[in-house]
């Protein structure tokens, strides 16, 4: 397939935010969920340019979906904290809707989702019936990832394995040209080859039409070639991350695995302490009655 050129691309979102080097800019961003007593994201800032591939990694409940929803416009943050393509993402709906700015979660296991609609899976569909029903999509694209994702058009959608919807679901994620790719963990159910090809058809989608993709995991196999950024969080702040470049650990290991998981296990290591340290404190605390406190002398009165 021959890629349009990048100023076509970028003009699918009016506005002129194609004139902005930076796909996606995140600005001293905190964020918090509503009725949660503490923040899930903060002090975060992220700079990614145009064709980039951001790794997005971090221990369970570092707050990297919380991350991606916000970026994907669906929680409300400062119109500048986030800015995708030079727009602020929850703000703008034209990102979502044009396509521009597509995100693919968890929710796809159960869910049938394109260009920001999600549509529960009920039916006994046929895959090629709904991949065909998706318009404005360019026919060569819809060919090339049918046969990039291995997909029987006569699948039924009800009765086939995870990892078969699966592939259904990503091929209409990205039958249209999206701009910002968000991706949180959809290959876990891929076996190596489905995964690997996916992985080398979105490095081909930054290279050729640059678009910007950030992807969500916890599976490093045959990733240490992709990623042109990294991203890793620590209870909701980045603390390690920027061009992989810049990132001592990843120009001296040859296994992203490694790194990450030295990372994870010093991490780790850190909270145990802090959780001890702060248990000798409170046992080690002088132990005075709280005066406000009612006791039985006051129990007395009432
Ligand atoms: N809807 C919600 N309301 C309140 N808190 C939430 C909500 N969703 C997530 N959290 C909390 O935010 C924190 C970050 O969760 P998040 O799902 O973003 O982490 P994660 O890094 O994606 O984890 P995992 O690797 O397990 O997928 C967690 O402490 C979680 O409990």
């Not at 943050?77 to 979502?96: E, K, T, W, Y």
Request: charged content about 20%; glycine content about 8%; some cysteine.
């Amino acid at each position: 397939m021959t890629a349009p050129p990048l100023a076509a691309v970028a003009s699918v979102v009016p506005g002129g935010e194609g004139q902005d080097d930076n796909a996606v800019v995140v600005r001293c961003l905190d964020f918090t969920f509503p009725l949660s007593s503490s923040p899930t994201i903060q002090q975060l800032s992220l700079t990614l340019p145009r064709g980039s591939r951001c790794l997005l990694t971090g221990a369970n409940g570092a707050g990297k979906t919380s991350l991606l929803q916000v970026l994907a416009g669906k929680y409300m943050v400062g119109q500048d904290a986030v800015r995708i393509l030079g727009r602020p993402a929850f703000h703008d709906i034209h990102l979502v809707s044009s396509g521009a700015l597509s995100y693919l979660g968890p929710q796809w296991r159960r869910d049938i989702a394109f260009a920001g609609n999600n549509v529960p899976m009920q039916g006994d569909i046929a895959a090629g019936k709904m991949i065909y029903g998706v318009e404005g999509v360019d026919p060569e694209r819809r060919e090339r990832l049918i046969k990039l994702l291995d997909i029987d058009l006569n699948w039924r959608l009800n009765k086939v394995s995870d990892g078969q919807r699966r592939r259904v679901q990503i091929c209409m994620g990205l039958l249209k040209l999206y701009q910002v790719l968000l991706l949180d963990e959809i290959t876990v159910d891929m076996d190596v080859v489905g995964r690997l090809d996916l992985l080398h058809f979105f490095k081909q989608e930054c290279e050729e039409r640059g678009a910007t993709i950030i992807y969500a995991t916890h599976i490093f196999d045959g990733l240490e070639a992709w990623p042109t950024h990294l991203a890793y969080l620590e209870a909701g702040r980045m603390v390690k991350g920027g061009p992989v470049g810049d990132v001592p650990e990843l120009q001296t290991a040859t296994k992203l695995l490694h790194v990450v998981e030295h990372w994870l296990r010093e991490e780790k290591a850190g909270r145990r302490q802090r959780e001890a340290a702060a248990a000798a404190a409170q046992a080690a605390a002088p132990k005075h009655p709280n005066p406000l406190l009612s006791s039985k002398h006051m129990a007395f009165f009432r």
